[in-house]
């Protein structure tokens, strides 16, 4: 009867267990303040760094624009070779607030050319010329073929002021010479900058004969 007894005695203890559990409701533990009232919550350092470096939304809607100080662009050119280009590029790139280079194809400058039109016929120019001695000028030349001919050739000049005094000592004689210059086809090179309205690029560009500058759209 002992061991029935201590059975009968288990059983019920384990059905009261159940039904204490099952019916128990523990009381919800209070949340411990982390600080006192009116204290400033801890923040991390690198937190702290965090909020900084990223900002507000605001304060990212008002920042400026970092290319807000380089409202002017400019294309800087021509440069005739790859060696001016770089030279150039070197001395600009600090300077600037966006560079970038580009290729074109040109026309080059190769002195002036001093002439008396095209007469109607070969017998006329050759005329021409037999007075412009009789005249005293010298060093002429008769074009007998290709798209100059029977033009008069008075001469080609590297520099504008003798070509233009060569024409006038033709013209005093009674002849209509003309000047113009020589120009032949050649790869030339630009700077586009995005720089400070008052920034004067010229400061800092010496020695590359024919440069010059024009505004542009922004890129």
Known sequence: MIPRAIVLLLVAMNLGAFAWWTLHVGERPVP?????????????????????????????????????????CQSIGPLATPADLRRAMNTLTPLVGRIQYRQARGS???????????????????????????????????????????????????DLANAETRRDAVRAVGFDAHLEPRLDDAQQYWIDVAVARDFDWSQHLTGYPGLAAKDIACF
């Not at 909020?51 to 002017?72: I, K, V, Y």
């Not at 109607?120 to 037999?130: I, K, N, Q, T, V």
């Open 32 to 72: 411990v303040a982390t600080t006192e009232s009116g204290v400033a919550p801890l923040v991390l350092l690198s937190e702290s760094e965090n909020a900084h470096q990223q900002g507000s939304p605001e304060e990212l809607d008002a920042a400026p624009d970092p290319n807000s100080a380089t409202p002017r």
């Open 108 to 158: 080059e400058l190769h002195g002036y050319r001093v002439f008396v039109p095209a007469l109607e016929s070969r017998d006329a120019a050759l005329e021409a010329a037999r007075k412009l001695a009789a005249k005293d000028i010298k060093d002429y030349y008769v074009v007998t073929s290709g798209a100059q001919e029977n033009t008069i050739s008075l001469g080609l000049f590297r």
